[in-house]
């Protein structure tokens, strides 16, 4: 590399003009040529006599001495012109860097293909703009350059370098995606694979930068320089549905099951006559027509009643353009056959117990002798009772506790004349409390937790005159350090009376005293104990998901139906597939991938069998429109940016120059070839307006 350097007056300041091909510089020699020739130039005159030369000798004098001063500059200008016109093929530069780029070109292109890129500019949508930007950045550089091209979808097939026609190809065939990445992350791919290549690294974003992906602040390194490429519109309005859930663990049949529906006005005023409205099982409801506040974010109550079993889909959907992607938010709701529980007893069947589950609609109890239990059914049932049994066995102990790690739910009275030992064993397993009888044995609740699921939205308020359970005889629950219980209901004296124990998946509620009338008259107490047998019986650790969002890590959880567990489930909607499959136990987790593209309902299927239906929603991340502009992308860097650059979109106009700006410096080759022609003007001035004689 052959360079100049011009030092100013401040010795700090230095700056280096160098050239792309120095070996040009070797014609500057061919310049002496026409130096020699003039230096031996000697012009003949011919000779004419006068008889008196004084004057003659004078005119002489000075034309000669014009005339080489007129050569002389022509001179002079040819000679500047032939040697602008050598620095120009020598393609000179200023280096901006300290280090110029001469190894093999490392490029990553990100093309942001999301659905805020769904957005039009001159009635073209930003996705367009953004991989025209692309292919010409891939055009800029040489054949021997190889890139990687990435996008939302973090396909297996972008973690691989291209030649330069296949990145053309690749760009080609982008299409929008429902996926959405932070900025951090698509970085982090991008150092993933040029991390052990050798070469000059360069990565390029082209995005509209919402505010909600720009993470810039999680990017610690990067081992190449990253630019960054804004292609935006206006600011876009946009309502959203944000998420929905249910306030209930299972949807019930013919009553209102409420939806909570959360809603998020992203514009700056507020929107007028939004209508939202619900699909059941393909059947549109008006819910509402109202205004939407600016800026604000509003959980609205939708009361649902289905009227069959099985899987019902349910689509939430509101009025509002033009951003449309996050307009429809789906939930697919599963009512079960019938709610069974098990009650596994010794000495006879309470019959409070046995007349509670046959007056609740869908729910069925089974009683079962402690002598003639059948633990290959446990799975079947949503709870197990177990009522007033003297010994809980090791078998007994080992079934309920893996029946409770598998997300089952155990509802234990103890009998008073149990063995204290048998039970604490079995309660240690769990990390759960243990059971000390009181010495005064004679208790009385004093209060109902209204916060927990067992009680919550039961009672509007609860009277004063209200009966409460009573027990003479009881056990003293001594809580683990490991695992507080939960209080449910709670004695006068602030000891528990019914409490709840998280284990794992499934749950365990302990009550302090039998079940037995002659001692506890809880189940004479229709108000406290039918509404707890019943939110007991439909609880759960976590609500089963009515919904997914479209990402490469959804999980889906459904029961093993298989004899032997060799059955392959697939999943049927917009497209048809077999997910990955592991088994755990009686569950089966399901790995989606990458497979759903779309969002909607897919039904699992064994062979030619529905089994359930799930449904699919877009990601929100992008929901709120804000985009950065270039000044507020540059505050949101700061200081350690990390090599980070905005590529203004003037510079991005001509890319090939900026490039080239960018990886080789300021390039001065333009200039000089300016310069060649205004020596040449120069020259043709010189020769045409400067007359002297001959």
Not at 431 to 457: C, M, W
Request: charged share 20%.
């Amino acid at each position: 590399m052959y360079s100049f350097t011009m030092v100013k007056s401040n010795p700090i300041f230095a700056l280096t003009m160098q050239f792309l091909y120095p070996y040009f510089l070797w014609a500057l020699v061919a310049l002496t040529i026409p130096v020699i020739i003039h230096l031996f130039y000697f012009k003949r005159f011919k000779k004419v006599y006068f008889s008196n030369v004084r004057y003659l000798k004078e005119i002489k004098e000075e034309t000669s001495n014009r005339n080489k001063i007129k050569e002389l500059l022509i001179l002079l200008s040819r000679l500047l012109a032939f040697a602008c016109l050598i620095f120009a093929f020598a393609q000179p530069f200023i280096p901006k860097g300290e280090k110029i780029k001469q190894g093999l070109p490392l490029v990553s292109i990100f093309i942001d293909n999301s659905f805020s890129m769904t957005s039009e500019k001159e009635d073209i949508p930003l996705l367009d703009y953004a991989k025209e930007k692309a292919l010409k950045i891939v055009d800029s550089y040489g054949e021997e350059g190889k890139f990687q091209i990435i996008t939302h979808d973090l396909l297996g097939k972008h973690q691989r370098l291209l030649s330069k026609e296949d990145a053309v190809a690749y760009i080609e065939e982008i299409r929008f995606t429902a996926l959405v990445q932070p900025l951090s992350k698509i970085t982090a791919r991008q150092n993933q694979l040029f991390k052990e290549e050798e070469g000059d690294k360069s990565f390029y974003h082209i995005s509209d930068f919402q505010k909600s992906i720009f993470d810039y602040e999680n990017v610690k390194d990067s081992v190449g320089e990253i630019n960054l490429l804004p292609v935006q519109t206006a600011q876009l309005q946009n309502i959203s549905i944000d998420s929905v859930w249910m306030d209930n663990h299972v949807a019930m049949m013919q009553q209102p099951n409420n939806l909570l529906v959360k809603m998020t006005n992203h514009a700056p005023q507020t929107t007028e006559q939004v209508r939202i409205s619900i699909l059941i099982d393909g059947q549109e409801k008006p819910i509402r027509v109202g205004d939407f506040e600016a800026g604000s974010t509003m959980i609205d109550t939708i009361p649902v009643v289905l009227k069959s079993r099985g899987a019902h889909k349910i689509t939430l959907k509101i009025s509002d353009y033009p951003v449309q992607f996050d307009d429809e938010y789906h939930v697919a709701l599963h009512v079960p056959d019938t709610i069974i529980a098990l009650n596994i007893y010794e000495g006879a069947p309470n019959k409070y117990l046995t007349a509670l589950f046959e007056g609740l609609p869908y729910f069925g109890l089974k009683n079962q002798p402690f002598n003639q239990i059948q633990y290959q059914e446990f799975s079947k049932y949503n709870l197990i009772i177990i009522q007033d049994v003297s010994n809980i066995t090791s078998g007994l102990s080992s079934e309920l506790s893996k029946y409770i790690r598998e997300g089952g739910k155990v509802l234990l009275f103890p009998s008073v004349d149990n063995n204290p030992v048998s039970y604490n064993t079995f309660l240690n397993s769990l990390n759960a409390g243990r059971l000390e009888l009181k010495p005064n044995s004679g208790i009385e609740v004093s209060r109902i937790n209204t916060e927990e699921f067992i009680f919550k939205d039961v009672y509007n308020k609860i009277q004063s005159n209200i009966t409460l359970p009573k027990a003479n005889k009881s056990f003293q629950i001594q809580n683990s350090s490991r695992n507080a219980g939960e209080p449910i209901l709670t004695n006068r004296d602030g000891s528990l009376f019914m409490c709840k124990y998280t284990y794992e998946d499934g749950l365990l509620y302990l009550c302090a005293s039998s079940l037995s009338e002659n001692v506890n008259n809880l189940v004479l107490n229709a108000e406290i104990f039918v509404p707890m047998l019943y939110k007991m019986a439909i609880s759960g650790v976590g609500q089963k998901k009515i919904a997914f969002t479209i990402t490469n890590k959804s999980i889906i959880e459904i029961k093993n139906t298989g004899v032997g567990g060799d059955n392959v489930y697939s999943m049927k909607g917009e497209n048809e597939f077999i997910p990955g499959q592991k088994r755990l136990g009686n569950k089966v987790l399901l790995d989606v991938g990458d497979q759903v593209k779309k969002a909607g309902f897919y039904d699992i299927m064994n062979g030619d069998q529905v089994l359930e239906s799930v449904a699919f929603n877009y990601d929100r991340l992008e929901s709120d429109m804000k985009l950065l502009t270039s000044d507020e992308m540059e505050e949101n860097l700061g200081e350690n940016r990390l090599g980070i650059h905005i590529i203004s979109e003037t510079e991005q106009n001509d890319m090939t120059n900026t490039i080239s700006a960018k990886d080789k410096g300021i390039s001065l080759w333009k200039y000089f070839l300016l310069a060649v022609l205004l020596f040449l003007m120069v020259e043709t001035l010189l020769i045409r307006l400067w007359r002297t004689s001959s």
